[in-house]
């Protein structure tokens, strides 16, 4: 298969997400939450957006263009998935495809029927990708290695795949960084960024620096059309759990009724809490990023990623900044 045959069968993939009639929308989204609470429709809904928005023949051509494709030879490459959101494995199956590898799938069984659904179609589209595609139940034979987990299972990764190449993903969160002077729309979109996918993604702002002096709950009106979120059950939990911790160790904290916001210098914040801390300068912030730099999965802000954008990468937005196509025309160069 040539490199533009790949390229047309992602492109006619993103068509066929965007066609999705309401009814499969609905029965996918059902599916999905019946083998994963947090999968809700609005989720899976949210997903494909986000991976249809990058499936264009445009976009598609612009990225590989700058990889020297052609003279890849063939791998079997791992590709260990992790099951935090919907389909949250996607672009390392979109890369090991595109650059002409084979992809031996390891998916977590949170999402492992998104994940096959989604390998259905690139086979109905393409039926050449059917032998370069297979789900197995233990990576093993594999010339390389992607894999995405917890910390724990890293250091468990790193160990069983230290004789091959790989990349191996830990636990990361994202932040924002407001400056006292954003508009209600940025706030709202940043409440985007906080709430999409009930904050389990690492691309979900967890924590909010701002500027001295600045109230921080002037966002709160803002953050109002995402209050849905407390009537999930597990979002929920999650809420009344934290809220009850905060009151008995009288901790101080901020209440919206459906976020939980606490003033600290810890970085990862768990489900249904916002952490929130000042800085002094721009000096002083950047100091504080870069002792956690290893940590943090993108920045939101005025300059860097925009308000809003979080959970919608484009294809080079490489996580963890590791650029994830170089690695693969590079491999037994």
């Known amino acids: 298969m040539q490199i533009q045959d790949r390229i047309n069968a992602f492109s006619k993939l993103g068509e066929r997400i965007s066609n999705l009639t309401t009814d499969e929308l609905e029965q996918l989204g059902a599916t999905a939450q019946n083998i994963n609470g947090w999968f809700t429709k609005e989720s899976v809904n949210q997903a494909l957006s986000s991976i249809q928005h990058m499936l264009n023949e445009e976009k598609l051509s612009e990225w590989i263009a700058k990889y020297d494709v052609d003279d890849v030879t063939p791998q079997v490459v791992g590709i260990v998935m992790a099951g935090n959101i919907p389909l949250v494995g996607f672009h390392d199956l979109l890369s090991v495809l595109i650059s002409g590898h084979f992809a031996a799938i390891k998916p977590s069984s949170d999402d492992r029927f998104l994940t096959q659904t989604i390998i259905d179609w690139i086979i109905e589209i393409e039926p050449r990708f059917k032998k370069n595609i297979e789900i197995r139940e233990k990576l093993t034979n594999i010339d390389a290695v992607i894999a995405t987990g917890s910390d724990n299972t890293a250091r468990y990764f790193e160990y069983y795949f230290k004789n091959i190449p790989n990349i191996i993903r830990k636990n990361r969160t994202s932040v924002a960084i407001l400056t006292g002077k954003e508009s209600a729309e940025e706030f709202k979109d940043l409440g985007a960024d906080i709430f ?89 912030l950047q100091n504080i990023l870069d002792s956690q730099k290893d940590k943090i999965q993108c920045i939101v802000g005025k300059d860097f990623v925009p308000f809003g954008k979080a959970q919608q990468p484009e294809l080079w937005d490489y996580a963890d900044n590791v650029d994830t196509l170089r690695f693969l025309t590079h491999l037994a160069c």
């Open 196 to 284: 999409t996918y009930y904050g389990l993604g690492c691309r979900n702002v967890s924590k909010v620096f701002t500027p001295k002096g600045f109230d921080i709950r002037e966002a709160f009106p803002h953050f109002e059309p995402y209050q849905e979120a407390i009537n999930h059950h597990k979002y929920r939990n999650n809420y009344d759990y934290y809220k009850s911790i905060y009151l008995v160790n009288k901790t101080p904290h901020l209440d919206t009724g459906f976020l939980l916001i606490n003033s600290t210098d810890q970085l990862v914040s768990p489900i249904s809490v916002l952490f929130h801390q000042e800085y002094d300068s721009i000096e002083s």
